[in-house]
């Protein structure tokens, strides 16, 4: 038996060193993967034996049983090197993309090598006992650093000194403190760090820096900017906490309310990074809410109200992941009610809220389906100082429901139906005194005349420039749905800015402040097209570029067949091809086929023949998450499968390092040709550049549309 233990453990190593030298090359089953998943159940077993062989080393000869511990020594060193196997395994599959992971993973092989020479050079070690302990104490230095370097992967930076070192939030004077290094990064480093910083960056994300943020992960950017309701981070944040795409997930600390609202201002006032707090304007709600986080009163200013407090077993049983109940303030009686998700809205869900009617001061129902008999129910909330329903399918009509609100000071209704006439009407409440109307069908002069009438209402109905203070516009909304269209696609964009001027070009040239074409209205294209815009306004600073894509549908394959199938991971069906979608920078949404180990090929069928003159892919580059164009790609067609020629061939250049995510159409064009089947090649990259971080690795190639014409 011990013959065959040494066999294996020889064996054993062999296969671990030669697993480490083709790392690159290594495709793991699904099968085998449960093996690598077993690493973290596994690694305790060598840690201990180890430990306990070393100890044998400082033990005087003549006082232990040397039979049990060779026996120990030897499942020591054999489980040491099954473990770090088992290891090599899982890294294959974890998205961890950082030094981290690197580190541990070596640690992990040494800690296998140093138990083998340990068990096979033991005698040696005794007879040099100087040596022998010097070379435990070496190796217990090593399970020691992997150890940590693990725990940095599972639980975050420096978690094992954590309970050590000083938590005491840094100070920082609200005129020095910059947005993110100060505000929104503490939150990420402790919430998010753990998977998303310090050389850890699952799934591609890095949230150690502004650079990481603005790149976003491999399922797209972080937050959109001005809009936390569709933006990735919050839709993450507020999924049920079972749910596996729920972050952070359930075995981490979950971030508080406070962090929760204090990320959700954030957005919804620009997602700024690089500013400092000074220059936000003073009532903007994210900067009131960093205020408070960076420097908690000692004083308890909240103000005095004359209810009691709802009993804490009703708050938990109301909060749930679509709408979330927080205090206004320390020690405060006072909740504020944000609802999440509207596919998970109804009116029972507003209902169940006038169990604490009286405590409920501030409503925000912004994008709810809220209909018109929902605010039948939200007048019941007698001490309600905040309403938001901007976005919501309220009418006029609607708003003579919330007659009782005695105390309303703060009414939205930006986006929807509402007239010159509700707006009257409401100055009946007593306390109102801010509506916000943006987006409505109210015009200039109506909300002049409102003003005049109504001397006590302060009535916004867009932004007012600040010479103070000089922000960046939020990029224009393109409303028009990208991807495949028929004949002809009208194009419409607007701007929340009022007085914004919107320039795009249709060649995907970045537009500029002066020789750009300006929006003026919709506008149709019957081609190919790729569409930039900027938002400009005097006294702002221009938007960033956003862009569509837009591609004439061409004939349409009566079948599709994957010759070589997708990779298990990114392999929906084949009809992702044709289905008029090109898809985003998600290739995880279930739209894109991905190939790495092989290439793909792809044969396309018509019925009767078809006369085509150019093939167009729709091929997605994001380098920093493994995909590259292919280096080379290859159409063929002919009137049969057997009896092809090629038709068109490409091998792209490289791409250097930093470049930005983006799809890419490429065309083949050719001699117009009749044909009944087309075949596609696109070869994958098998070694990444050496400026890459994966080196030497495979690349992926995603495809989502081909157009044909």
């Known amino acids: 038996m011990k013959k065959t233990g040494e066999g294996i ?10 697993l480490t030298l083709f790392e690159k090359f290594l495709h793991i089953p699904n099968w085998l993967m449960v093996a690598g998943h077993m690493h ?37 060193a054999l489980s040491a090197v099954i473990t770090a196997i088992m290891g090599l395994i899982l890294s294959q599959e974890t998205e961890n993309a950082g030094s981290i992971l690197q580190w541990h993973k070596w640690g992990g092989i040494c800690i296998a090598v140093l138990g083998y020479l340990f068990y096979t050079f033991y005698n040696s070690l005794v007879n ?55 505000i929104i990064k503490p939150i990420f480093t402790a919430k998010c760090g753990t998977c998303h910083a310090d050389g850890n960056h699952k799934g591609g994300l890095s949230l150690d820096d502004s650079t990481g943020i603005l790149k976003g992960g491999k399922t797209g950017p972080l937050f959109v900017s001005g809009e936390p309701e569709i933006s990735l981070l919050l839709k993450r944040i507020h999924l049920p906490e079972e749910d596996k795409k729920h972050m952070p997930p359930i075995s981490k600390t979950q971030l508080s309310a406070e962090e929760t609202v204090l990320l959700t201002a954030w957005i919804r006032s620009g997602g700024l990074l690089n500013y400092k707090m000074a220059m936000l304007p003073v009532k903007d709600s994210f900067r009131l809410l960093a205020a408070s986080y960076l420097q908690p009163s000692t004083i308890n200013n909240n103000p005095v109200y004359d209810f009691s407090a709802a009993d804490e077993k009703i708050i938990q049983k109301l909060n749930n992941n679509y709408r979330v109940l927080e205090p206004q303030g320390l020690g405060s009686p006072a ?38 008999d929902d605010l039948l129910v939200i007048n019941k909330f007698e001490n309600l100082e905040k ?113 914004t001027e919107i320039r795009y070009t249709l060649d995907g040239s970045p537009p500029d402040s002066s020789k750009s074409l300006v929006y003026k209205d919709s506008f149709a294209i019957q081609s190919d097209t790729k569409l930039v815009v900027r938002a400009f306004k005097k006294g702002w600073v221009g938007s960033s570029p956003t862009n569509a894509m837009f591609v004439k549908r061409g004939f349409k394959p009566d079948s599709i067949e994957l010759a070589t199938p997708a990779d298990p991971k990114y392999k929906p069906s084949a009809n992702v091809l044709s289905d008029a979608d090109l898809a985003d920078l998600n290739f995880g949404n279930g739209k894109w086929l991905g190939y790495m180990n092989n290439p793909a090929v792809i044969y396309l069928y018509f019925n009767d023949a078809v006369k085509l003159h150019s093939v167009m892919a729709n091929l997605m580059k994001r380098t920093e998450q493994y995909v590259f164009l292919p280096v ?44 009944k089947c087309i075949k596609i090649v696109a070869n994958p990259i098998q070694s990444l550049p050496q400026w890459h971080g994966g080196k030497g690795k495979k690349g992926w190639v995603f495809l989502s549309e081909l157009v044909l014409n």
């Open 632 to 675: 080379k790609m290859e159409i063929y067609g002919g009137m049969n499968k057997s009896n092809m020629s090629l038709l068109g061939r490409i091998t792209p250049t490289l791409p250097t390092k930093n470049e930005p995510g983006t799809m890419v159409q490429q065309v083949f064009s050719f001699a117009p040709t009749s044909l």
């Open 128 to 182: 040099a006992r100087i040596q022998g302990r010097i070379f435990t104490i070496a190796a217990t230095i090593v399970i020691f650093i992997t150890g940590d370097f693990g725990g940095d992967l599972t639980h975050g930076k420096n978690y094992l000194f954590a309970p050590i070192q000083n938590k005491e939030k840094k100070q920082v004077p609200m005129e020095q403190a910059m947005v993110f290094e100060d």
């Open 387 to 499: 309403l938001n329903l901007n976005n919501s399918d309220i009418t006029a009509k609607g708003l003579e429901q919330l007659n009782g609100l005695k105390k309303l000071k703060e009414l939205s209704l930006s986006g929807t139906s509402v007239t010159a006439e509700a707006i009257e009407k409401l100055a009946s409440l007593p306390k109102l005194s801010s509506v916000f109307i943006w987006n409505t069908k109210i015009d200039t002069l109506q909300v002049a005349s409102l003003r005049k009438k109504i001397s006590k209402l302060n009535i916004e109905n867009g932004f007012v420039d600040n010479p103070s203070f000089i922000a960046e516009l939020s990029v224009p909304l393109i409303e028009s749905k990208t991807g495949v269209f028929d004949t002809a696609r009208f194009i419409k964009m607007k701007h929340p800015v009022k007085g």
């Open 40 to 76: 973290p159940l596994f690694l305790h077993f060598p840690i201990v034996l180890l430990l306990i062989a070393f100890v044998t080393i400082w033990l005087p000869s003549t006082n232990h049983n040397e039979a049990l511990f060779s026996l120990i020594r030897l499942t020591a």
């Open 9 to 18: 453990l020889l064996g054993g190593l062999i296969l671990l060193l030669f």
């Open 335 to 372: 909740l504020a009610v944000s609802f999440y998700n509207r596919n998970n809205f109804s009116s029972k869900s507003l209902e169940e809220l006038l169990d604490v009617k009286k405590q409920v001061v501030s409503i925000s129902l912004s994008r709810m389906p809220v209909k018109d």
